[in-house]
Protein backbone atom coordinates (compact mmCIF):
# COMPACT_ATOMS: atom_id res chain seq x y z
CA UNK A 1 0.00 0.00 0.00
CA UNK A 2 1.69 3.18 -1.10
CA UNK A 3 2.46 5.47 2.11
CA UNK A 4 0.01 8.14 1.27
CA UNK A 5 -2.46 6.18 1.38
CA UNK A 6 -2.81 4.50 4.57
CA UNK A 7 -5.62 6.31 6.90
CA UNK A 8 -2.76 7.28 9.25
CA UNK A 9 -0.39 8.60 7.00
CA UNK A 10 -3.59 10.93 5.51
CA UNK A 11 -4.87 12.46 8.82
CA UNK A 12 -0.80 13.02 9.32
CA UNK A 13 -0.71 14.90 6.22
CA UNK A 14 -3.91 16.58 7.12
CA UNK A 15 -2.46 17.84 10.17
CA UNK A 16 0.97 18.87 9.12
CA UNK A 17 -1.15 20.79 6.05
CA UNK A 18 -3.75 22.86 9.13
CA UNK A 19 -0.39 23.38 11.01
CA UNK A 20 1.29 25.22 8.53
CA UNK A 21 -1.20 26.90 7.58
CA UNK A 22 -1.75 28.17 10.70
CA UNK A 23 1.82 29.02 10.87
CA UNK A 24 1.14 31.24 7.47
CA UNK A 25 -1.88 32.78 8.94
CA UNK A 26 -0.47 33.56 12.53
CA UNK A 27 2.80 35.17 10.09
CA UNK A 28 0.53 37.52 8.34
CA UNK A 29 -1.26 38.51 11.30
CA UNK A 30 2.16 39.60 13.01
CA UNK A 31 3.10 41.13 9.58
CA UNK A 32 0.26 42.95 9.32
CA UNK A 33 -0.01 44.66 13.28
CA UNK A 34 3.56 45.44 13.14
CA UNK A 35 2.58 48.99 14.05
CA UNK A 36 0.16 48.32 16.78
CA UNK A 37 3.38 45.87 18.27
CA UNK A 38 6.11 48.79 18.06
CA UNK A 39 3.18 51.01 20.05
CA UNK A 40 2.52 48.23 22.64
CA UNK A 41 5.99 48.11 23.43
CA UNK A 42 6.87 51.86 23.64
CA UNK A 43 8.23 52.42 27.54
CA UNK A 44 6.46 56.11 27.80
CA UNK A 45 3.42 55.75 26.07
CA UNK A 46 2.52 52.48 28.06
CA UNK A 47 3.53 54.18 31.23
CA UNK A 48 1.02 57.23 30.20
CA UNK A 49 -1.40 54.71 29.17
CA UNK A 50 -1.25 52.42 32.36
CA UNK A 51 -1.61 55.86 35.01
CA UNK A 52 -4.64 56.74 32.50
CA UNK A 53 -6.40 53.53 33.51
CA UNK A 54 -5.78 53.50 36.89
CA UNK A 55 -7.27 57.09 37.42
CA UNK A 56 -10.53 55.74 34.99
CA UNK A 57 -10.73 53.26 37.75
CA UNK A 58 -10.97 55.37 40.38
CA UNK A 59 -13.22 57.63 38.62
CA UNK A 60 -15.16 54.86 37.70
CA UNK A 61 -15.40 54.32 42.14
CA UNK A 62 -16.77 57.55 41.90
CA UNK A 63 -19.57 57.85 39.95
CA UNK A 64 -20.87 53.72 40.49
CA UNK A 65 -21.53 55.27 44.57
CA UNK A 66 -24.96 56.03 44.24
CA UNK A 67 -24.44 58.22 47.64
CA UNK A 68 -22.06 60.31 45.73
CA UNK A 69 -23.38 60.76 42.14
CA UNK A 70 -27.10 61.31 41.19
CA UNK A 71 -27.33 59.85 37.58
CA UNK A 72 -30.58 60.85 35.76
CA UNK A 73 -32.09 57.85 33.79
CA UNK A 74 -30.35 57.21 30.38
CA UNK A 75 -27.52 59.58 31.07
CA UNK A 76 -23.93 58.72 30.15
CA UNK A 77 -20.66 60.13 31.23
CA UNK A 78 -17.15 59.93 29.66
CA UNK A 79 -14.24 61.56 29.94
CA UNK A 80 -12.42 63.30 27.35
CA UNK A 81 -8.88 65.03 26.91
CA UNK A 82 -5.54 63.06 28.22
CA UNK A 83 -7.36 60.60 29.96
CA UNK A 84 -9.53 59.83 26.97
CA UNK A 85 -6.76 59.04 25.09
CA UNK A 86 -5.00 57.78 27.66
CA UNK A 87 -1.83 59.93 27.38
CA UNK A 88 -2.21 61.40 31.08
CA UNK A 89 0.57 62.44 33.37
CA UNK A 90 0.25 62.88 36.95
CA UNK A 91 -1.12 66.45 36.89
CA UNK A 92 -3.48 66.25 33.59
CA UNK A 93 -6.99 67.81 33.93
CA UNK A 94 -10.22 66.19 34.53
CA UNK A 95 -12.71 66.89 31.25
CA UNK A 96 -15.69 65.51 31.74
CA UNK A 97 -18.85 65.71 29.33
CA UNK A 98 -22.66 63.81 29.91
CA UNK A 99 -24.85 62.62 26.85
CA UNK A 100 -28.77 61.54 27.27
CA UNK A 101 -30.70 60.20 25.09
CA UNK A 102 -33.87 60.31 27.40
CA UNK A 103 -36.90 61.12 25.17
CA UNK A 104 -38.40 63.47 28.05
CA UNK A 105 -36.48 66.20 28.34
CA UNK A 106 -34.63 65.85 32.33
CA UNK A 107 -35.95 68.16 34.94
CA UNK A 108 -34.23 71.19 36.15
CA UNK A 109 -34.00 69.71 39.26
CA UNK A 110 -32.42 66.10 38.47
CA UNK A 111 -30.21 68.15 36.12
CA UNK A 112 -28.87 70.54 39.13
CA UNK A 113 -28.22 67.07 41.31
CA UNK A 114 -26.40 65.62 38.83
CA UNK A 115 -24.09 68.52 38.13
CA UNK A 116 -23.43 69.04 41.76
CA UNK A 117 -22.67 65.81 42.17
CA UNK A 118 -19.87 65.88 39.58
CA UNK A 119 -18.54 68.81 40.94
CA UNK A 120 -18.02 66.77 44.07
CA UNK A 121 -16.18 64.51 42.29
CA UNK A 122 -14.23 66.72 41.23
CA UNK A 123 -13.01 67.78 44.44
CA UNK A 124 -12.93 64.42 46.07
CA UNK A 125 -10.35 63.37 43.71
CA UNK A 126 -8.62 66.64 43.69
CA UNK A 127 -8.95 67.83 40.36
CA UNK A 128 -9.02 71.34 39.52
CA UNK A 129 -12.53 72.97 38.60
CA UNK A 130 -14.21 72.15 35.08
CA UNK A 131 -12.44 74.23 32.17
CA UNK A 132 -13.96 77.24 30.65
CA UNK A 133 -16.03 77.85 33.57
CA UNK A 134 -17.66 74.87 33.56
CA UNK A 135 -19.03 75.77 29.95
CA UNK A 136 -19.00 71.87 28.90
CA UNK A 137 -20.81 70.69 32.07
CA UNK A 138 -24.05 69.90 31.24
CA UNK A 139 -26.11 67.25 29.72
CA UNK A 140 -26.69 66.78 26.16
CA UNK A 141 -29.21 65.45 25.01
CA UNK A 142 -28.73 63.45 21.88
CA UNK A 143 -32.75 63.23 19.93
CA UNK A 144 -32.82 66.84 21.28
CA UNK A 145 -29.86 67.98 19.40
CA UNK A 146 -30.36 65.78 16.13
CA UNK A 147 -31.58 68.64 14.51
CA UNK A 148 -28.60 71.20 15.38
CA UNK A 149 -26.11 68.73 12.94
CA UNK A 150 -24.85 70.95 10.24
CA UNK A 151 -26.50 74.00 11.69
CA UNK A 152 -25.30 76.88 12.54
CA UNK A 153 -26.60 76.13 16.42
CA UNK A 154 -23.78 73.32 15.83
CA UNK A 155 -21.33 75.22 17.37
CA UNK A 156 -23.76 77.83 19.21
CA UNK A 157 -24.70 75.12 21.64
CA UNK A 158 -21.44 73.45 21.67
CA UNK A 159 -22.70 70.07 20.27
CA UNK A 160 -20.13 69.81 17.29
CA UNK A 161 -17.41 69.42 19.50
CA UNK A 162 -18.87 67.43 22.36
CA UNK A 163 -19.57 64.35 19.45
CA UNK A 164 -16.43 64.92 17.97
CA UNK A 165 -14.54 64.01 21.06
CA UNK A 166 -17.38 61.78 22.43
CA UNK A 167 -16.01 60.03 19.05
CA UNK A 168 -12.22 60.56 18.94
CA UNK A 169 -11.05 60.63 22.29
CA UNK A 170 -13.24 59.44 25.01
CA UNK A 171 -13.42 56.60 27.68
CA UNK A 172 -17.11 56.02 29.63
CA UNK A 173 -17.17 56.14 33.22
CA UNK A 174 -20.85 54.74 33.69
CA UNK A 175 -22.76 52.09 31.71
CA UNK A 176 -20.19 51.09 29.05
CA UNK A 177 -22.98 49.33 27.33
CA UNK A 178 -24.97 53.15 27.27
CA UNK A 179 -22.00 54.63 26.62
CA UNK A 180 -21.95 52.82 23.44
CA UNK A 181 -25.39 53.28 21.96
CA UNK A 182 -25.21 56.57 22.63
CA UNK A 183 -21.84 56.78 19.89
CA UNK A 184 -24.38 54.58 17.85
CA UNK A 185 -26.83 57.25 17.90
CA UNK A 186 -24.60 59.61 16.73
CA UNK A 187 -22.71 57.64 13.85
CA UNK A 188 -26.15 57.16 12.44
CA UNK A 189 -26.13 60.42 11.44
CA UNK A 190 -23.23 60.06 9.29
CA UNK A 191 -25.05 57.23 7.37
CA UNK A 192 -28.18 58.90 6.80
CA UNK A 193 -27.34 59.40 2.66
CA UNK A 194 -26.55 55.28 2.87
CA UNK A 195 -28.35 53.13 0.87
CA UNK A 196 -28.21 49.14 -0.36
CA UNK A 197 -25.20 49.99 -2.90
CA UNK A 198 -21.10 49.93 -2.84
CA UNK A 199 -20.14 53.00 -3.27
CA UNK A 200 -20.84 54.83 -0.25
CA UNK A 201 -18.28 56.80 1.28
CA UNK A 202 -18.50 58.41 5.15
CA UNK A 203 -17.40 61.61 3.42
CA UNK A 204 -20.06 63.76 5.59
CA UNK A 205 -18.19 62.33 9.00
CA UNK A 206 -14.84 63.21 6.92
CA UNK A 207 -15.81 66.69 6.63
CA UNK A 208 -17.04 66.89 10.37
CA UNK A 209 -13.50 65.77 11.33
CA UNK A 210 -11.27 68.13 9.03
CA UNK A 211 -14.33 70.76 10.12
CA UNK A 212 -13.22 70.16 13.93
CA UNK A 213 -9.25 70.32 13.24
CA UNK A 214 -9.79 73.67 11.56
CA UNK A 215 -11.92 74.96 14.05
CA UNK A 216 -9.36 74.07 16.63
CA UNK A 217 -6.90 75.95 14.60
CA UNK A 218 -9.36 78.82 14.36
CA UNK A 219 -9.94 78.77 18.08
CA UNK A 220 -6.28 78.81 18.57
CA UNK A 221 -6.04 82.27 16.85
CA UNK A 222 -8.91 83.69 19.05
CA UNK A 223 -7.03 82.27 22.44
CA UNK A 224 -4.31 84.50 20.97
CA UNK A 225 -6.20 87.70 20.88
CA UNK A 226 -7.06 87.57 24.72
CA UNK A 227 -5.16 88.43 27.64
CA UNK A 228 -4.05 85.37 29.28
CA UNK A 229 -0.80 83.32 27.80
CA UNK A 230 -2.42 80.62 27.64
CA UNK A 231 -2.08 80.66 23.50
CA UNK A 232 1.19 78.81 24.01
CA UNK A 233 -0.39 75.58 25.66
CA UNK A 234 -2.94 75.36 23.05
CA UNK A 235 -0.16 76.11 20.28
CA UNK A 236 1.67 73.34 21.53
CA UNK A 237 -1.64 71.19 21.82
CA UNK A 238 -2.43 71.37 18.34
CA UNK A 239 1.06 70.60 17.18
CA UNK A 240 1.03 67.19 18.62
CA UNK A 241 -1.91 65.65 20.44
CA UNK A 242 -5.21 67.70 18.30
CA UNK A 243 -2.89 66.51 15.43
CA UNK A 244 -3.15 62.92 16.26
CA UNK A 245 -6.66 63.02 17.62
CA UNK A 246 -8.12 64.18 13.53
CA UNK A 247 -5.65 62.30 11.74
CA UNK A 248 -5.25 59.17 13.33
CA UNK A 249 -9.19 58.63 12.56
CA UNK A 250 -8.97 60.02 8.88
CA UNK A 251 -6.17 57.30 8.01
CA UNK A 252 -7.92 53.88 8.87
CA UNK A 253 -10.86 55.77 7.15
CA UNK A 254 -9.50 56.78 3.60
CA UNK A 255 -8.02 53.15 3.66
CA UNK A 256 -10.91 50.87 4.60
CA UNK A 257 -12.77 49.61 1.77
CA UNK A 258 -16.10 49.11 2.90
CA UNK A 259 -17.33 51.65 6.18
CA UNK A 260 -19.70 51.22 7.90
CA UNK A 261 -21.13 52.13 11.30
CA UNK A 262 -19.97 48.71 13.07
CA UNK A 263 -16.48 49.20 12.00
CA UNK A 264 -16.75 52.61 13.12
CA UNK A 265 -17.57 52.33 16.26
CA UNK A 266 -15.10 49.48 16.79
CA UNK A 267 -12.63 52.68 15.64
CA UNK A 268 -13.44 54.72 18.26
CA UNK A 269 -13.56 52.70 20.77
CA UNK A 270 -9.66 52.59 20.40
CA UNK A 271 -7.29 56.02 21.72
CA UNK A 272 -6.14 57.98 18.83
CA UNK A 273 -2.30 56.07 19.14
CA UNK A 274 -4.06 53.19 18.81
CA UNK A 275 -5.90 54.75 15.49
CA UNK A 276 -3.23 55.61 14.05
CA UNK A 277 -1.23 52.02 14.40
CA UNK A 278 -4.52 50.63 13.25
CA UNK A 279 -4.22 52.52 9.84
CA UNK A 280 -0.70 52.24 9.65
CA UNK A 281 -0.97 48.68 10.06
CA UNK A 282 -3.12 48.60 6.94
CA UNK A 283 -1.21 50.57 4.63
CA UNK A 284 1.22 47.28 5.29
CA UNK A 285 4.67 49.48 4.31
CA UNK A 286 7.57 48.42 6.60
CA UNK A 287 9.35 51.62 5.40
CA UNK A 288 7.51 53.74 7.72
CA UNK A 289 8.61 51.62 10.96
CA UNK A 290 11.75 53.95 11.89
CA UNK A 291 9.36 56.86 11.41
CA UNK A 292 6.38 55.87 13.53
CA UNK A 293 9.37 54.89 16.15
CA UNK A 294 10.66 58.86 15.95
CA UNK A 295 7.04 60.00 16.25
CA UNK A 296 5.88 57.82 19.33
CA UNK A 297 9.60 58.96 20.70
CA UNK A 298 8.42 62.98 19.81
CA UNK A 299 4.73 62.49 20.96
CA UNK A 300 5.91 61.44 24.38
CA UNK A 301 8.74 64.28 24.56
CA UNK A 302 5.82 66.77 24.26
CA UNK A 303 3.80 64.74 26.99
CA UNK A 304 6.79 64.75 29.40
CA UNK A 305 7.23 68.27 28.44
CA UNK A 306 3.46 69.73 29.09
CA UNK A 307 3.64 67.25 32.10
CA UNK A 308 6.35 69.07 34.33
CA UNK A 309 7.58 72.31 32.43
CA UNK A 310 4.88 76.10 32.16
CA UNK A 311 4.82 76.10 28.04
CA UNK A 312 4.62 79.90 29.21
CA UNK A 313 8.40 79.87 30.53
CA UNK A 314 10.34 77.25 28.32
CA UNK A 315 13.90 77.92 27.58
CA UNK A 316 14.74 78.26 24.39
CA UNK A 317 16.75 74.97 23.28
CA UNK A 318 13.49 73.11 24.49
CA UNK A 319 10.74 75.65 23.05
CA UNK A 320 12.95 74.96 20.01
CA UNK A 321 13.07 71.07 20.26
CA UNK A 322 9.65 71.34 20.58
CA UNK A 323 9.15 73.12 17.19
CA UNK A 324 11.54 70.43 15.51
CA UNK A 325 9.62 67.70 16.60
CA UNK A 326 6.00 69.12 15.84
CA UNK A 327 7.22 69.28 12.00
CA UNK A 328 8.45 66.06 12.27
CA UNK A 329 5.10 64.22 13.76
CA UNK A 330 3.71 66.47 11.04
CA UNK A 331 5.81 65.13 8.40
CA UNK A 332 4.87 61.39 9.23
CA UNK A 333 1.23 62.26 9.18
CA UNK A 334 1.13 63.82 6.00
CA UNK A 335 3.55 61.11 4.54
CA UNK A 336 1.18 58.36 5.97
CA UNK A 337 -2.35 60.10 4.70
CA UNK A 338 -0.50 60.62 1.05
CA UNK A 339 0.80 56.77 1.23
CA UNK A 340 0.13 55.69 -2.65
CA UNK A 341 -2.69 53.21 -0.78
CA UNK A 342 -4.63 56.06 0.02
CA UNK A 343 -6.64 56.25 -3.10
CA UNK A 344 -6.46 59.29 -5.40
CA UNK A 345 -10.09 60.12 -5.11
CA UNK A 346 -9.31 60.41 -1.00
CA UNK A 347 -6.27 62.27 -1.37
CA UNK A 348 -8.19 65.28 -3.34
CA UNK A 349 -10.68 65.13 -1.02
CA UNK A 350 -8.23 65.65 1.77
CA UNK A 351 -7.28 68.61 0.11
CA UNK A 352 -9.73 70.38 -1.52
Request: hydrophobic letters at 40%; aromatic letters at 12%; proline letters at 5%.
Amino acid sequence: MPWVSHPRHFLLRRHIVFIIQLFERMMRLMRNSVYSVILSQHQGIGRRQGLSTQKIDALKREFSNPAKFTNPSETSVFVAGSLGRHDSGENSDLDLFLTSSAEVPISHLDNVKCLASILGVYEELGYGQPSNDGEFLKIFNIPQHESCVGSARDDGVNWFTVRMLMLLESKPLTDPQLYRRHKEEILKFYFRDRDNGSQFKPLFLLNDLLRFWRTLCLNYENARSGPTRSWKKRNFNLKFSRMLTAFSTVLPMVLQSHVNQEWLLDLTEKTPLERLAVGLDMLDDAQLSRGFTIFLDDYEFFLHTKEYQDFNLLDDPTRMALNDKAGQVSSFLFSALHHPSVSPEYRQYLVI
